[in-house]
Protein backbone atom coordinates (compact mmCIF):
# COMPACT_ATOMS: atom_id res chain seq x y z
CA UNK A 1 0.00 0.00 0.00
CA UNK A 2 1.51 3.42 -1.08
CA UNK A 3 0.20 5.29 1.56
CA UNK A 4 -0.84 3.52 5.15
CA UNK A 5 -4.15 3.84 6.70
CA UNK A 6 -3.34 6.08 10.11
CA UNK A 7 -1.86 8.47 7.17
CA UNK A 8 -5.09 7.91 5.14
CA UNK A 9 -6.93 9.26 7.92
CA UNK A 10 -4.70 12.17 9.36
CA UNK A 11 -4.75 13.77 5.77
CA UNK A 12 -8.69 12.95 5.17
CA UNK A 13 -9.04 14.37 9.09
CA UNK A 14 -7.16 17.52 8.01
CA UNK A 15 -8.84 18.01 4.97
CA UNK A 16 -11.99 17.84 6.60
CA UNK A 17 -10.47 20.61 8.76
CA UNK A 18 -9.60 22.84 6.32
CA UNK A 19 -12.88 22.81 4.71
CA UNK A 20 -14.60 23.96 7.94
CA UNK A 21 -12.09 25.95 10.13
CA UNK A 22 -11.97 29.68 8.48
CA UNK A 23 -16.36 29.09 8.86
CA UNK A 24 -18.01 31.73 11.42
CA UNK A 25 -20.76 30.54 13.37
CA UNK A 26 -23.39 31.91 11.23
CA UNK A 27 -22.11 30.01 8.48
CA UNK A 28 -21.23 26.59 10.52
CA UNK A 29 -24.93 26.84 11.27
CA UNK A 30 -26.25 27.71 7.33
CA UNK A 31 -28.81 25.21 6.26
CA UNK A 32 -30.14 26.15 2.93
CA UNK A 33 -33.46 24.22 3.53
CA UNK A 34 -35.12 22.17 6.77
CA UNK A 35 -33.86 18.42 4.64
CA UNK A 36 -30.45 19.77 4.30
CA UNK A 37 -27.79 19.49 7.09
CA UNK A 38 -25.56 22.77 8.19
CA UNK A 39 -21.96 22.17 8.15
CA UNK A 40 -22.06 21.31 11.82
CA UNK A 41 -24.72 19.12 11.41
CA UNK A 42 -22.50 17.27 9.29
CA UNK A 43 -19.64 17.13 11.48
CA UNK A 44 -21.53 15.25 13.86
CA UNK A 45 -22.89 13.15 11.99
CA UNK A 46 -19.28 11.92 10.93
CA UNK A 47 -17.95 12.09 14.46
CA UNK A 48 -20.79 10.02 15.18
CA UNK A 49 -20.23 7.53 12.51
CA UNK A 50 -16.46 7.12 13.23
CA UNK A 51 -17.48 6.45 16.74
CA UNK A 52 -19.91 3.56 15.22
CA UNK A 53 -16.79 2.52 12.82
CA UNK A 54 -14.72 1.92 16.24
CA UNK A 55 -17.13 -0.02 17.86
CA UNK A 56 -17.32 -2.27 14.86
CA UNK A 57 -13.45 -2.55 14.57
CA UNK A 58 -13.16 -3.12 18.20
CA UNK A 59 -16.12 -5.62 18.21
CA UNK A 60 -15.14 -7.99 15.35
CA UNK A 61 -14.70 -11.24 16.69
CA UNK A 62 -13.80 -15.01 15.47
CA UNK A 63 -17.30 -15.72 14.77
CA UNK A 64 -17.68 -13.35 12.19
CA UNK A 65 -17.61 -15.35 8.87
CA UNK A 66 -14.01 -17.31 9.48
CA UNK A 67 -14.05 -18.50 6.08
CA UNK A 68 -13.05 -15.17 4.71
CA UNK A 69 -9.85 -15.15 3.01
CA UNK A 70 -9.42 -11.66 2.10
CA UNK A 71 -8.03 -8.46 3.76
CA UNK A 72 -10.64 -6.72 1.62
CA UNK A 73 -14.08 -7.38 0.18
CA UNK A 74 -14.75 -3.56 -1.11
CA UNK A 75 -11.50 -2.09 -1.74
CA UNK A 76 -11.02 1.89 -0.96
CA UNK A 77 -11.66 2.10 -5.16
CA UNK A 78 -15.02 0.49 -4.37
CA UNK A 79 -15.84 2.51 -1.47
CA UNK A 80 -14.92 5.63 -2.88
CA UNK A 81 -16.96 4.74 -6.14
CA UNK A 82 -20.65 4.13 -3.99
CA UNK A 83 -19.55 6.88 -1.07
CA UNK A 84 -18.25 10.00 -2.71
CA UNK A 85 -18.64 9.55 -6.76
CA UNK A 86 -22.13 7.98 -6.05
CA UNK A 87 -23.45 11.03 -4.12
CA UNK A 88 -26.63 11.14 -5.94
CA UNK A 89 -27.49 8.01 -4.42
CA UNK A 90 -28.80 9.26 -0.87
CA UNK A 91 -29.18 6.75 2.10
CA UNK A 92 -30.87 8.38 4.86
CA UNK A 93 -28.60 7.95 8.03
CA UNK A 94 -29.74 5.85 11.33
CA UNK A 95 -31.40 7.51 13.64
CA UNK A 96 -28.42 6.43 16.09
CA UNK A 97 -26.22 8.44 13.16
CA UNK A 98 -28.22 11.37 12.80
CA UNK A 99 -27.03 14.66 14.31
CA UNK A 100 -29.04 15.74 16.99
CA UNK A 101 -27.52 19.22 18.14
CA UNK A 102 -24.49 17.73 19.70
CA UNK A 103 -21.92 20.22 18.85
CA UNK A 104 -22.06 23.88 20.18
CA UNK A 105 -19.95 25.37 17.78
CA UNK A 106 -17.02 24.17 15.23
CA UNK A 107 -14.21 24.45 18.01
CA UNK A 108 -16.62 21.77 19.81
CA UNK A 109 -17.11 19.57 16.82
CA UNK A 110 -13.16 19.76 16.05
CA UNK A 111 -12.10 18.68 19.38
CA UNK A 112 -14.43 15.50 19.17
CA UNK A 113 -13.85 14.43 15.75
CA UNK A 114 -9.58 14.69 17.22
CA UNK A 115 -11.06 13.08 19.93
CA UNK A 116 -12.21 10.11 17.68
CA UNK A 117 -9.93 9.99 15.37
CA UNK A 118 -7.07 9.76 17.26
CA UNK A 119 -9.08 6.73 18.97
CA UNK A 120 -9.27 5.42 15.31
CA UNK A 121 -5.40 5.95 14.98
CA UNK A 122 -4.82 4.40 18.05
CA UNK A 123 -6.51 1.04 17.50
CA UNK A 124 -5.25 0.77 14.07
CA UNK A 125 -1.72 1.27 14.84
CA UNK A 126 -1.90 -1.48 17.93
CA UNK A 127 -3.68 -4.00 15.48
CA UNK A 128 -2.89 -5.66 12.45
CA UNK A 129 -5.57 -4.25 10.82
CA UNK A 130 -4.49 -4.74 7.38
CA UNK A 131 -3.61 -8.68 8.31
CA UNK A 132 -7.41 -9.02 9.15
CA UNK A 133 -10.06 -11.31 7.77
CA UNK A 134 -12.88 -10.98 10.03
CA UNK A 135 -15.63 -9.69 9.11
CA UNK A 136 -18.62 -7.54 10.70
CA UNK A 137 -21.83 -6.28 9.11
CA UNK A 138 -22.42 -2.94 7.76
CA UNK A 139 -26.01 -2.22 8.09
CA UNK A 140 -26.10 -1.31 4.31
CA UNK A 141 -22.97 -2.36 2.88
CA UNK A 142 -23.18 -5.64 3.73
CA UNK A 143 -19.70 -7.75 5.47
CA UNK A 144 -17.04 -5.60 5.57
CA UNK A 145 -13.42 -6.47 6.27
CA UNK A 146 -11.32 -3.99 9.05
CA UNK A 147 -9.75 -2.40 6.28
CA UNK A 148 -13.02 -2.23 4.61
CA UNK A 149 -14.24 -0.46 7.83
CA UNK A 150 -11.10 1.82 8.11
CA UNK A 151 -11.35 2.83 3.81
CA UNK A 152 -15.57 3.20 4.57
CA UNK A 153 -14.70 5.68 6.99
CA UNK A 154 -12.31 7.79 5.22
CA UNK A 155 -14.92 7.66 1.96
CA UNK A 156 -17.46 8.75 4.16
CA UNK A 157 -15.71 11.76 5.34
CA UNK A 158 -14.71 12.59 2.04
CA UNK A 159 -18.63 12.42 1.19
CA UNK A 160 -19.35 15.03 3.94
CA UNK A 161 -16.54 17.26 2.96
CA UNK A 162 -18.18 17.95 -0.74
CA UNK A 163 -21.26 17.56 1.11
CA UNK A 164 -19.77 20.65 3.16
CA UNK A 165 -18.09 22.61 -0.04
CA UNK A 166 -21.94 22.70 -1.84
CA UNK A 167 -23.54 23.98 1.31
CA UNK A 168 -20.10 26.63 1.08
CA UNK A 169 -21.30 27.44 -2.82
CA UNK A 170 -24.74 27.72 -1.98
CA UNK A 171 -25.54 31.62 -3.36
CA UNK A 172 -27.93 32.01 0.31
CA UNK A 173 -24.35 31.34 1.95
CA UNK A 174 -23.70 33.70 4.40
CA UNK A 175 -21.02 36.28 3.88
Avoid at 59 to 79: A, C, M, Q, S, Y
Avoid at 146 to 167: A, G, K, M, N, Y
Amino acid sequence: MSINLSDKIKSNTAKLHESYNSLNEGQVRFKPADNCWSVLECLEHIYLIDKAVLAALTGITHENIPDNVRTELFGPEKLDKLLVKGRSFKVPAPDFVKPAGKFTNSADAAQHLDSITKRVIEYINSYPVEQDVRTYKHPILGYMTPTDWVHFLVSHTERHIHQIEELKANALFPA
